[in-house]
């Protein structure tokens, strides 16, 4: 294991080299932004779910509309949602953290009543959606998606640490 | 389940383990993870030549044939925009991400399974 890390220092080494004055300098003067590092990851799981969910909506409204029009529709916009978000949280910048912070809460509103509602009225919804039944279909990440994406917007708030980097 | 169903399932686990593993030892995009995307997407494209080849030929699918190959498409789209975006911010990070293709892409050809035969299993 040992071995195999020496011999690819070797050829990362350029690459880390190009870091240390790029990226070393900057996280040594203000902290990783918000949509760089582990922001990467966040913002990856929600393009997933926005190209994957406006896919399904884009599908399910032009084939058939009329089989069940309120899970359609809700899918719809939970596509919207996530475009939204995703597009939000890969900006930097206040105005795009608040649009992101919104969407978010939207976006949690949306999985926790679409859950509760197709629990309460499952004949409305004889198609599913990216949100039914807490989005049961896609693993339950839907739920815990915002939660997520929550946390890093809080811990990341445009007044505090990433300001320094959006005034500039 | 079909053949080519175990051999996706196992191209997306080994990428999966592939970028984990560079996760945690590479502070940068390791050569390893971006190969095992290709693999992925070589596989993908290999899918969607035995897929064409045989509806071309005649063969029906229990699904709707535009859903398969919205799928297939979105599919394909996917390894690619994904290393694109890990390449962004060149960290430790960007391993993690690409992992998200794995997974993803197996849950792909899972549906993909289930609309050309009925069931994936």
Same mark, same amino acid.
């Not at chain 1, 406006?54 to 009329?66: E, G, H, K, W």
């Not at chain 2, 999966?16 to 502070?27: F, K, L, P």
């Given at each position: 294991?040992?071995?195999?890390?020496?011999?690819?220092?070797?050829?990362?080494?350029?690459?880390?080299?190009?870091?240390?004055?790029?990226?070393?300098?900057?996280?040594?003067?203000?902290?990783?932004?918000?949509?760089?590092?582990?922001?990467?990851?966040?913002?990856?799981?929600?393009?997933?779910?926005?190209?994957?969910?406006?896919?399904?909506?884009?599908?399910?409204?032009?084939?058939?509309?009329?089989?069940?029009?309120?899970?359609?529709?809700?899918?719809?916009?939970?596509?919207?949602?996530?475009?939204?978000?995703?597009?939000?949280?890969?900006?930097?910048?206040?105005?795009?953290?608040?649009?992101?912070?919104?969407?978010?809460?939207?976006?949690?509103?949306?999985?926790?009543?679409?859950?509760?509602?197709?629990?309460?009225?499952?004949?409305?919804?004889?198609?599913?959606?990216?949100?039914?039944?807490?989005?049961?279909?896609?693993?339950?990440?839907?739920?815990?998606?915002?939660?997520?994406?929550?946390?890093?917007?809080?811990?990341?708030?445009?007044?505090?640490?990433?300001?320094?980097?959006?005034?500039? | 389940?079909?053949?080519?169903?175990?051999?996706?399932?196992?191209?997306?686990?080994?990428?999966?383990?592939?970028?984990?593993?560079?996760? %945690?030892?590479?502070?940068?995009? $390791?050569?390893? +993870? #971006?190969?095992?995307? &290709?693999?992925?997407?070589?596989?993908? /494209? *290999?899918?969607?030549?035995? %897929?064409?080849?045989?509806?071309? $030929?005649?063969? +029906? #699918?229990?699904?709707? &044939?535009?859903?398969?190959?919205?799928? /297939? *498409?979105?599919?394909?789209?996917?390894?690619?925009?994904?290393?694109?975006?890990?390449? #962004?911010?060149?960290?430790?990070?960007?391993?993690?991400?690409?992992?998200?293709?794995?997974?993803?892409?197996?849950?792909?050809?899972?549906?993909?399974?289930? #609309?050309?035969?009925?069931?994936?299993?």
């Amino acid at each position: 294991m040992s071995e195999n890390l020496n011999s690819t220092t070797a050829d990362g080494g350029r690459v880390k080299a190009a870091s240390t004055d790029g990226g070393r300098a900057k996280a040594a003067s203000m902290p990783t932004p918000r949509n760089r590092g582990v922001g990467m990851l966040i913002i990856t799981a929600y393009g997933i779910f926005a190209v994957s969910s406006f896919a399904r909506a884009l599908y399910q409204i032009l084939t058939d509309f009329d089989a069940s029009p309120v899970a359609y529709a809700l899918s719809g916009f939970a596509a919207a949602v996530y475009i939204v978000a995703t597009l939000a949280l890969a900006r930097i910048g206040a105005r795009a953290w608040l649009i992101a912070l919104i969407a978010v809460l939207v976006e949690l509103t949306g999985v926790l009543s679409v859950g509760l509602w197709t629990y309460l009225q499952p004949e409305l919804f004889n198609e599913a959606t990216v949100w039914s039944h807490f989005g049961e279909g896609y693993a339950f990440v839907p739920l815990v998606l915002p939660f997520i994406g929550l946390f890093w917007l809080l811990r990341h708030r445009p007044g505090r640490s990433a300001a320094r980097g959006t005034q500039a | 389940m079909t053949v080519m169903f175990l051999i996706g399932t196992l191209v997306c686990a080994l990428s999966v383990v592939v970028c984990w593993i560079m996760t %945690a030892v590479r502070d940068h995009p $390791a050569d390893s +993870s #971006i190969i095992s995307l &290709a693999l992925i997407e070589l596989y993908l /494209i *290999v899918y969607a030549v035995y %897929a064409g080849i045989r509806q071309a $030929a005649g063969a +029906s #699918i229990a699904g709707e &044939a535009w859903e398969f190959w919205g799928y /297939i *498409v979105t599919a394909l789209m996917l390894p690619v925009g994904v290393f694109i975006w890990a390449m #962004i911010d060149k960290t430790r990070w960007s391993n993690l991400v690409m992992s998200f293709v794995g997974l993803v892409v197996f849950v792909m050809i899972y549906r993909l399974e289930e #609309i050309w035969w009925g069931s994936a299993l």
